[in-house]
């Protein structure tokens, strides 16, 4: 598909493909005499109808897909009713839709004491755990779970800063998982926690409306997946946390049946096995006058035999695409697919009020990859920087983050560098039932906020 690069002449032009733009990625409608006009292939009203819901459904399912891939380490205590949003726009060229949002529901004493239930649901992808706590010793808990749902195992070729879509297709599954947890210091503040985890998935693949026609799809099949490993610490699952510490090292297992050759004649492949091991280090902190609030993580994996579909993947800046979001600003969510790397991240916010609802944030991100073969692209370094603008309201039920980044080495038509802007918003539903009124709002901007927020249960 080809990249905007700026380079078409004309206000009339310009604001004719930007419009092209927004319809092929949902925002705006599309009729098909458009697209009759633009393609060779013409486009009925009813496939125009079904590629509309299919788009919408990619970019409402995102969210679920990305929760149901985290591996908890260990029951959650603390109940929880969150909505959140993200989304990633690049300004330069194309990318997979970048986006999430979702209803995340912790609910611990459910049925029985002893009973957690964790949910999280998209329009057609559902991911949940029962937690049994204590039900295999005193300090040790079992997890049953089940996800599934439509395009959870949806794969985008990006190679080089450019995707794709003739290598893309849409992929469906589910899975069905048993995990044990265990607490090894209950009378320490900071829990060291183990995890093993197994799950059995299936998947099945369909072409997209835009995948070639010599592309051959690889083979619907079963993955057994095995995970395992210590967490000492660990960090909520917010958009952003006050506080956090965390010490881990993890290792995956995965593998598959019906593997082997798929693509323009064979020449990629899905191995039959693949081995991940990866750790993090993670600090964050707010000064409890000040406000001020930084955080800082390393992460680092490697693997053996890995392929394209269990590669690390590093871009973007969704902070809750996965329990290990490896955020690159400025770069396509996903861009980047690595055997190895190592990642740092840093972040600084500071207020910009005297009520401390409004603050201002740095951050920065570098990484050396050594990249997949056939994924790879001229320098094993890749950096980004951004920022951007918090809200927090009276009660702090609901959140609000504008920003922009820009990626330094990101390949795009004209060059090295790329920029994106996005925004994330959470909403605490279990706040929620205080008032959204900020006494000290002179401007009204909250009252008329609580008055239209209040009106739901």
Known sequence: MQELSGSFHGRIISHFWYRCTLQFYGVLPIK?????????????????????????LKFLVLPCIFVSLRAHAQIDPVKRELIQLGYNQPIEGHSPISAYAFYYYNQPSFLRTNVTLRLAVAPVYVDSELGFKHLLGTETDLGIGAAGGGFADSYSEIRRGKLFQEESFTGHGGNISASIYHLFNPEQ??????????????????????????????????????????????????MISDAALELSVWYEGQFRLNSGPYGFGGDRRVNPSSHLFWGRALFAYTLPELKHSF??????????????????????????????????????????????????????SLPLDKAKRWSVTAVASSAAVDYLPGLSQPGNW????????????????????????????????????????????????????????????????????????????
């Open 32 to 56: 098909p005499s458009v697209i009759n006009h633009l393609s060779q292939n013409p486009v009925s009203d009813r496939k125009w109808a079904v590629l509309q819901i299919r788009h919408w």
């Open 295 to 348: 955080a800082l993580s390393i992460t680092a994996g490697t693997s053996v035999d890995a392929d394209r579909f269990s590669a690390y993947r590093l871009g973007g800046t969704l902070p809750l695409s996965s329990e290990f979001s490896l955020m690159l600003p400025g770069y396509y969510y996903q861009e980047i697919s690595a055997s190895r790397f190592a990642l740092i991240n840093g972040s600084y």
């Open 189 to 238: 503040k900071i829990p060291l926690n183990a995890i093993l985890r197994g799950a059995l998935a299936y998947a099945t693949y369909q072409r997209d409306d835009r995948t070639a026609p010599g592309f051959v799809l690889p083979e619907d099949r079963p993955t057994f997946f095995v995970r395992t490993g210590f967490r000492w610490g660990g960090r909520e699952p917010l």
């Open 382 to 457: 890749n950096s980004g920087v951004g920022g951007g603008i918090t809200y927090r309201s009276f009660s702090e039920a609901w959140q609000v983050f504008l920003g922009y980044s820009h990626g330094f080495n990101a390949i795009r038509t004209d060059g090295r560098g790329a920029n994106s802007v996005g925004f994330l918003v959470q909403f605490d539903l279990g706040r929620a039932k205080g008032n959204f009124y900020d006494p000290g709002d002179k401007t009204g901007f909250s009252r008329g906020l609580d008055r239209m927020l209040s009106t739901f249960p």
